[in-house]
């Protein structure tokens, strides 16, 4: 336990060991440059807020990546599933004028929700009833999502002047409000932190929990043993989605208030490397996405202070999860068997027959 | 020439071998016999190149082998055919074969001229070949070793290692493949035949090594020996079988009932064809056949893991589901997850998974509890609930399926080749657990589905035999285990 917490910081050191590396032989003091990206992401108050207010839609699609992937299922499309959610909660959000705060607030989640569960229960059901790829349907839905955004903020939900393509803004009462302001904490974090609770629980203290992990790991093992996998598939990936949909409303609730094009950097996508670094653990989610979100945030101040390029970040970031996938011990010892053949100890085990992952 | 000189290997804290010195001349079958564990599948590896030896070195001929290699073994000259046949499951038999020894070397991959020239040779075999363009991951276990055989000779090795091949074979296909050994060994070739099977080592073999946990405690022909010696040379003692009642004193009620079960494929090929049978309380029924006859298919609808085209599968005694247990045959890759802890390898029962679980919540101690105490009664040795199931020995993998089945109190137990690759005494063990089950104050109904006819003769009531997706009931009488082993093969009468 205590190594599976303390190996993804080696990784980190390793890796900002080589970025030291790579910026020396650049002319840069890796020094000065880390300092920057600390501060940046660290340095004051509103720095850290500013980092949380980035890792929190990482919480929510990064929870969505974890869970569906715990049951094998490689939902690659939490970007798609979260533009949904938002364009469901831009669509809401003006109308909800007339209600008192805490409903239209639980509206516009609510419809975040629907939004990315129809998109991920859509994937689900494809792949349950059609066993259609989720890999290949989720990518698909991503870029149907990316263009349905698109088309609302030049279409049917642009703003009533028509001179900016986005939407009208959402309703006073569906704001999620910032306390401390100018600061811009919001409910929404703490809504994230309470998710990777439940997600924990969900997954290892209950019985659909287990079987999601069981059909995970080895599916023909939890068929015979009457897990029934497509229902059980169908219902992750529309839970999965509601999360990442939640994400996009929580997004468009609290920081942006109305949809524009590109609302989402890659968060969906990023997810996917969150959920690894924590290794599919709901509550190693919230670390993960902060590392993230640190990283984004600290790289402005790197760029200001040091003229390195934000670029640079996302060398690092690639650096980093290359590195804890390459040091995790059974990703790693899987990919050493599959290259050598097994050795050592793994041999004083009978071989385990070749696995059909279908 | 082939010579191991005191050869050692050790796994972490296990020594598998310990200065092992093992030889077989050209033109013999050279059995080498022991217990799960006691090192055979090591000195196939160390000698087939698979793995490096501690110490010691293997010379063939004179010539020391290149440890680890396997490519440096094969050119050597020495073949290894695995126990669990190392195929890729996704690619035609013939691409599989293209791996071995048919390739013309030139570069270029003429599959038809590789499925050419396997043709023939499993001809000369007597092997049946899979129709053309076939993927290995529908093969039965059989034809998969048959592969295995052919891609071995196929380097026209001038050794020849077989690790149980023949486990998988049923009576009927037995006696070929012991002719085939022959031929191989008239040829000039080495044989060594691993097995536990000490009947056909005996019957087979010039010569035989006995190891125990990893060491030569005997070198011995079969003229100086027995089947009896032999086992208790390899265990260290001799366990007093205990005497088999096979015949139920008179069973009970119908517990499980199958009328009229039919599968189709997808494709629309019948796999099971209108089978009906039923067992009773208090006896032990037995379905033999030969790998690949339906029996995978008919365990899985037993299970509930798929659904029958027609007919029906009643359980009289309570509600379906709840009172039967399933141990499917493959430990591995059906019955456990290895990356899972015991208990949770447990609560994948679907009966103890509702037991430990309340209102949706998991009870994961209670799990643990429910663990612990049958990896005492049922003596697994593994150091607790926590252990993943794959740190485990085959033979405690087996106890812990056949706990988990007992855990949940089943009227009926379906069981699945569940003694295949389990030595004399753990198969012994869970014999007399499935007898106890049924003749015992429980009075349960167990099915046993098995190629492994000798075991069905010695703990079953009635015999049915399964051919072709069809089943027969055999003569309560009949018990030449080569008339039977001819009814397996699919002959009418």
């Not at chain 1, 002319?27 to 880390?34: I, T, Y």
């Not at chain 1, 989610?285 to 101040?301: E, K, T, V, Y």
């Not at chain 2, 089978?275 to 032990?284: D, H, K």
């Not at chain 2, 209102?359 to 643990?368: C, V």
Request: glycine content about 10%.
């Amino acid at each position: 336990m205590l190594s599976s917490i303390a190996k993804p910081f080696a990784a980190l050191a390793l890796a900002a060991a080589l970025i030291s590396i790579v910026l020396a032989a650049l002319g840069a003091s890796p020094l000065g440059v880390f300092a920057a990206l600390g501060e940046g992401a660290f340095g004051s108050w509103y720095a850290c807020v500013d980092t949380v207010v980035k890792s929190t839609p990482l919480v929510f699609t990064g929870l969505a990546v974890a869970l569906a992937f715990s049951g094998a299922l490689w939902n690659i499309g939490a970007d798609g599933q979260l533009t949904i959610g938002a364009i469901a909660a831009g669509a809401i959000g003006p109308h909800l004028g007339n209600f008192p705060h805490p409903i239209a607030i639980a509206g516009i989640l609510a419809a975040g929700c629907l939004g990315g569960a129809v998109w991920g229960g859509l994937a689900g059901w494809l792949r349950a009833r059609r066993d259609v790829n989720e890999v290949i349907s989720t990518i698909m839905l991503n870029f149907v999502a990316v263009q349905a955004l698109s088309w609302v903020v030049h279409g049917p939900l642009m703003e009533p002047s028509r001179a900016y393509p986005t939407s009208s803004p959402i309703a006073r009462a569906a704001q999620l409000e910032f306390y401390f302001a100018p600061s811009r904490i919001n409910l929404g974090m703490l809504l994230a932190v309470v998710l990777a609770a439940v997600c924990y629980l969900l997954l290892f203290r209950t019985g659909a929990g287990f079987e999601l992990r069981a059909m995970g790991r080895n599916r023909r093992a939890a068929t015979f043993f009457g897990v029934r996998i497509p229902a059980l598939t169908f219902w992750v990936m529309t839970l999965s989605g509601a999360l990442a949909g939640l994400g996009g409303a929580v997004q468009v609730s609290a920081i942006s208030h109305r949809l524009y094009e590109k609302l989402s950097p890659g968060w969906g996508f990023e997810a996917i490397a969150v959920a690894l670094v924590a290794r599919l653990n709901p509550l190693g989610i919230i670390p993960a996405a902060i590392l993230f979100g640190a990283l984004d945030n600290g790289s402005q101040a790197m760029q200001r202070t040091q003229g390195v390029s934000p670029e640079l970040v996302q060398v690092i970031q690639g650096l980093v999860i290359l590195i804890i996938l390459a040091f995790d011990t059974p990703a790693w010892s899987a990919v050493r068997e599959q290259i050598f053949g097994a050795t050592g100890e793994a041999a004083a085990v009978p071989p385990v027959a070749e696995m059909p992952d279908a | 020439m082939l010579r191991a000189n005191a050869i050692t290997k050790r796994f972490g804290r296990t020594l598998a071998l310990d200065a092992v010195d093992f030889q077989a001349l050209p033109g013999e079958i050279h059995a080498l016999v022991g217990e799960n564990g006691a090192g055979k599948t090591t000195l196939m590896n160390v000698l087939a190149g698979s793995l490096a030896a501690d110490h010691g070195e293997a010379i063939l001929d004179g010539l020391p082998l290149q440890a680890g290699s396997p490519r440096a073994a094969l050119a050597a000259g020495i073949a290894a055919v695995h126990q669990s046949p190392m195929l890729f499951e996704r690619m035609t038999w013939e691409e599989n074969l293209a791996l071995g020894g048919f390739d013309t070397g030139t570069g270029a991959l003429d599959l038809d001229a590789i499925a050419a020239r396997a043709r023939s040779l499993g001809a000369k075999l007597g092997f049946e070949m899979p129709p053309d363009g076939a993927t290995v991951e529908n093969r039965s276990v059989a034809e998969r070793v048959r592969l295995e055989v052919l891609r071995a000779l196929s380097f026209n090795p001038r050794v020849l290692i077989l690790d149980e091949p023949t486990s998988v074979l049923a009576p009927s296909q037995l006696a070929p493949f012991l002719d085939l050994l022959r031929n191989l060994r008239g040829e000039g070739r080495i044989v060594v035949l691993i097995t536990h099977k000490l009947a056909e080592a005996i019957a087979v073999a010039d010569r035989i090594t006995v190891l125990r946990r990893g060491r030569v405690v005997a070198r011995t022909t079969p003229a100086e020996t027995s089947e009896e010696n032999l086992a208790g040379l390899m265990i260290g003692e001799i366990i007093a079988q205990p005497a088999l009642s096979a015949t139920p004193s008179h069973s009970g009620a119908p517990v499980l009932q199958i009328e009229d079960l039919t599968l189709d494929d997808h494709t629309g090929r019948r796999i099971l064809d209108r089978l009906s049978f039923r067992v009773a309380a208090g006896e032990i029924v037995g379905i033999a056949g030969v790998d690949g006859n339906g029996q995978t298919e008919l365990v899985e609808l037993l299970a509930g893991a798929r659904q029958p085209s027609s007919g029906k599968i009643k359980l009289l005694d309570g509600s379906p589901g709840a009172t039967m247990a399933v141990i499917p045959q493959n430990r591995d890759l059906d019955g456990l997850i290895l990356d899972m802890r015991l208990w949770e390898n447990l609560i994948l029962a679907r009966r103890l998974r509702e037991q430990v679980t309340s209102h949706g919540w998991l009870n994961a101690s209670h799990a643990i509890d429910l663990c612990r105490e049958l990896i005492d009664r049922f003596r697994i040795r593994a150091p607790g609930p926590e252990t993943t199931a794959g740190a485990l020995s085959g033979g405690n993998r087996q106890r812990l399926e056949v706990a988990r089945a007992f855990a949940s109190r089943p009227k009926v137990i379906v069981a699945h080749n569940i003694c295949r690759g389990l030595d004399l005494a753990a198969t012994a063990e869970v014999h007399r657990t499935m007898l106890d089950f049924a003749f015992g104050p429980g009075r349960g109904a167990v099915l046993l589905i098995s190629s492994d006819l000798d075991e069905l003769l010695a703990i079953c009531g009635r015999l049915l035999i399964i051919s072709r997706g069809k089943i027969r009931e055999t003569d309560p009488g009949e018990r030449d285990p080569q008339r039977l082993g001819l009814l397996m093969a699919g002959a009418r009468d």
